[in-house]
């Protein structure tokens, strides 16, 4: 098993940046795919970015490439998401989630089994 703690959101305006780290617990962090969702309030989890387990591959959504940043740092047993050009629609709760399996590139939910508590990020216009 693998306990995820998120940190680094906040408040910020549009065209800001934040850096999101998620913190994993145990010695097996580099079994793990990592990814980071979020949900806005009202409505379902979207898929935000994936790395796979050495950090060699990135997967991003549409509505975040060339803007947000996933990587990972397997001997700090972290990953991050830097968030770079905000808009007041990348306000959410952010959660990062972890998996070992091999289809966690395709950003599906019920992919991941374990998640965070995630963290508010909060886009001013």
């Known amino acids: 098993q693998v306990q995820l703690v998120e940190s680094g959101g906040g408040l910020v305006q549009a065209g800001g940046s934040l850096r999101l780290s998620c913190a994993a617990s145990?010695?097996?962090?580099?079994?793990?795919?990592m990814g980071w969702f979020r949900q806005a309030p009202g409505k379902e989890h979207e898929f935000v970015a994936a790395?796979?387990?050495?950090?060699?591959?990135?997967y991003y959504s549409d509505s975040v490439k060339g803007r947000f940043t996933i990587s990972r740092d397997n001997a700090q047993n972290t990953v991050y998401l830097q968030l770079n050009s905000l808009k007041p629609e990348d306000s959410a709760v952010y959660s990062c989630a972890a998996t070992t399996s091999p289809t966690y590139h395709r950003g599906g939910y019920y992919s991941y089994d374990y998640w965070g508590q995630g963290t508010q990020v909060t886009v001013s216009s």
């Open positions: 790395i796979s387990w050495t950090g060699a591959r990135t």
């Open positions: 145990g010695r097996t962090f580099s079994s793990y795919a």
